[in-house]
T-cell receptor
Framework: EAGVTQFPSHSVIEKGQTVTLRCDPISGHDNLYWYRRVMGKEIKFLLHFVKESKQDESGMPNNRFLAERTGGTYSTLKVQPAELEDSGVYFC??????????????FGPGTRLTVL | AQSVTQPDIHITVSEGASLELRCNYSYGATPYLFWYVQSPGQGLQLLLKYFSGDTLVQGIKGFEAEFKRSQSSFNLRKPSVHWSDAAEYFCAVGPWNRDDKIIFGKGTRLHILP
């Protein structure tokens, strides 16, 4: 079974540009989470989808960040326009939902975003 | 408030020596506890997890962790480290009974001396 995949693995953009990160969860997982780690800080929650609905977006830093999960499968996280402080590693995780067991989240390899 | 504290930002040990990484948590309900490792250029890999049962949990790569409710701790241990264990280690806590976010500590970077 394929794990959580993320694309791209690295992205280097200039301040003011737009970047879109993609996450493909494990097939059949209803829950999809985005987290990020900026330099020197802890990994922090951004938002949580249940299928195509946003369950919790309390961690989104500002309105330059837009996440979507059309059709309840893959998700995209767009940053527009990107700022220097957006640099970091963006992780995606998925979980099957409690019907499938405990709240165990499976993480992708992350996308390293560098804003110059 | 819900939080995870990893008091050691960096730890250096010699290859073959024992290791203990500290983790304390604050959580309002029964916690679901995790240790993850991130090797250079890699993603987050789950080392072990604990929800209930035996308070000493065995994980992958020879790691174990002990849950101590009275101390709100979940320290990670390994009897003998290998050079390949050099990485960053994250302790995390979340709810076991609902689909919700995980809260991470700031991480401990482990350096191995040859």
């Amino acid at each position: 079974e394929a794990g959580v995949t993320q694309f791209p693995s690295h992205s280097v953009i200039e301040k003011g540009q737009t970047v879109t990160l993609r996450c493909d969860p494990i097939s059949g997982h209803d829950n999809l989470y985005w987290y990020r780690r900026v330099m020197g800080k802890e990994i922090k929650f951004l938002l949580h989808f249940v299928k195509e609905s946003k369950q919790d977006e309390s961690g989104m830093p500002n309105n330059r960040f837009l996440a979507e999960r059309t059709g309840g499968t893959y998700s995209t996280l767009k940053v527009q326009p990107a700022e220097l402080e957006d640099s970091g590693v963006y992780f995606c995780a998925s979980s099957p939902g409690l019907a499938g067991g405990l709240n165990e989240q499976f993480f992708g390899p992350g996308t390293r975003l560098t804003v110059l | 408030a819900q939080s995870v504290t990893q008091p050691d930002i960096h730890i250096t040990v010699s290859e073959g020596a024992s290791l203990e990484l500290r983790c304390n948590y604050s959580y309002g309900a029964t916690p679901y506890l995790f240790w993850y490792v991130q090797s250079p250029g890699q993603g987050l890999q789950l080392l072990l997890k604990y929800f209930s049962g035996d308070t000493l949990v065995q994980g992958i790569k020879g790691f174990e962790a002990e849950f101590k409710r009275s101390q709100s701790s979940f320290n990670l241990r390994k009897p003998s480290v290998h050079w390949s264990d050099a990485a960053e280690y994250f302790c995390a806590v979340g709810p076991w009974n609902r689909d919700d976010k995980i809260i991470f500590g700031k991480g401990t970077r482990l350096h191995i001396l040859p």
